[in-house]
DNA sequence: TCTGGGGTCCTAGGACCC
DNA sequence: TCTGGGGTCCTAGGACCC
């Protein structure tokens, strides 16, 4: 049996969970450089605001319903993430992290005896008292059951914030009422097909032939059906595999024109990236560059580019990285347009100690790389981009836009707030 | 003037092998 | 007139997730 915990409109409630003269009140989170709403408080999700739509066309309904609007503070998500999967593993020992809001729990070892929507109350109310965010939990046998729980247990205030979906003529009670497009694997166009094919509800869906299926659909669809019957396909992953790619990208705070600028911005991604390569402990020999102008932009003609370099010998290395993207840059660089957005990725992982040196690589390997990359990670881990590297620039002038940041209450002691006597 | 960032998995098709 | 069968590996693109 698996639980669901997931965080009622995360971003806004970390906002208003440091700022209570602000609850009760419509507040919206944007994304980076303000560009898009991304998360909207309950009392926001009442008023006609769209997720996902840009923030410049809906400023007029926010001045007139006093919406509260902040870009977005991942500093401060991050450390709320930690503090609620800390507790959540504390009340469960068997924990998987999906994402920066939401847990799956593994009930299968806890005593048998105990109820599971009383357990699922007592996660809840402990959350809340830790950290001041609201959970909505679902409790069911596989974890598309359990992530229909946690949608029903949202959407129907009079659940409490707790669905147990052990119960198969609940599970079909529920998947009756609810729309196949909220099934999770379900997107846009898979429940427009469905729609189309007369599917449209999660029972229907659970109800499909699996030749049906798997003939018009793939694996991955045949896969969501067995889980809504009940049939576990999705297995636990209890320590996250290793990453197989790593993007470092961003959109500009102004427009990008000049070469110099592009190039400090692809040092800055570069570096950012390789960081957290070898955060993760590992080396990639793939470095790939792309940039692009606004796809809405009118009357201009859109550019967009990628270009790869494979190394010889996988790396870790800051300057070897900058190196072959600065080099992937030239390559796709092109005078005239106003860049949007570029990024740096990062692929083609070995873990440390199997990489193949090469019989012809005459280049002499760099002898202090592993201390120098770790000083300078200790330094910067110390504060934040203390160390950085020439190319990235000093006035940056491209970075994002964020206009409307609160302070990172829970990780910068000078924003701590001040109590007076 | 202004439209996010970071991931995963699967499939089809091409190049190549014997 | 007629041209096999069985594989692997890689890449690009499409779908999904939060």
């Not at 924990?95 to 007592?122: N, V």
Request: net charge positive; charged share 25%; glycine share 6%.
């Amino acid at each position: 049996m698996y639980a669901l915990a997931d965080v009622n409109s995360f971003y806004a409630s970390c906002e208003v969970a440091w700022r209570p003269d602000l609850q009760g009140k419509p507040v919206v989170v944007l994304s980076n450089n303000d560009g898009c709403v991304i998360a909207l408080s309950a009392e926001a999700k009442k008023l006609k605001i769209k997720m996902g739509a840009p923030y410049f066309k809906q400023r007029a309904l926010f001045q007139q319903h006093n919406v509260v609007v902040f870009s977005s503070n991942y500093e401060l998500y991050g450390d709320m993430s930690h503090r609620v999967m800390e507790t959540l593993g504390a009340l469960c020992p068997k924990i998987e992290i999906y994402s920066i809001d939401e847990a799956f729990l593994d009930l299968s070892r806890l005593p048998g005896d105990l109820d599971l929507e009383s357990f699922g109350k007592e996660i809840r109310d402990t959350v809340k008292q830790h950290t001041r965010l609201t959970l909505g939990v679902g409790i069911a046998p596989t974890k598309t059951l359990a992530k229909l729980a946690n949608f029903a247990a949202k959407k129907w205030t009079k659940s409490q914030g707790v669905i147990d979906l052990s119960d198969p003529v609940r599970q079909k009670k529920l998947m009756s009422y609810v729309p196949v497009e909220e099934v999770w694997g379900v997107g846009r166009r898979i429940s427009k097909k469905l729609n189309d094919a007369g599917i449209k509800t999660a029972l229907q869906l659970a109800e499909c032939d699996l030749w049906f299926i798997r003939k018009n659909f793939n694996v991955v669809m045949e896969r969501t059906v067995r889980e809504l019957r009940g049939e576990p396909c999705l297995g636990f992953d209890e320590f996250a595999p290793a990453k197989q790619e790593i993007v470092c990208s961003r959109s500009f705070g102004t427009r990008v024109t000049a070469y110099q600028e592009m190039r400090e911005a692809i040092c800055y991604y570069a570096t950012r990236a390789s960081e957290k390569l070898r955060a993760e402990h590992q080396f990639c020999r793939q470095i790939s560059v792309f940039v692009k102008t606004s796809p809405f932009a009118e009357g201009e003609i859109y550019y967009g580019n990628l270009a790869s370099t494979r190394l010889i010998t996988p790396t870790q290395d800051t300057r070897d990285i900058i190196f072959a993207a600065t080099k992937c840059l030239d390559d796709i660089w092109k005078e005239g347009h106003r860049y949007q957005k570029a990024g740096v990725m990062l692929g083609d992982f070995f873990s440390q100690g199997v990489s193949q040196l090469h019989l012809f690589d005459e280049r002499a390997p760099r002898a202090n790389s592993d201390a120098l990359m770790t000083l300078f990670d200790k330094i910067n881990d110390k504060g934040k981009g203390t160390l950085w590297f020439a190319g990235q620039g000093i006035s940056r002038d491209w970075q994002m836009k964020r206009e409307m940041l609160s302070p990172a209450w829970t990780t910068r002691l000078s924003d701590v707030p001040v109590a007076r006597a």
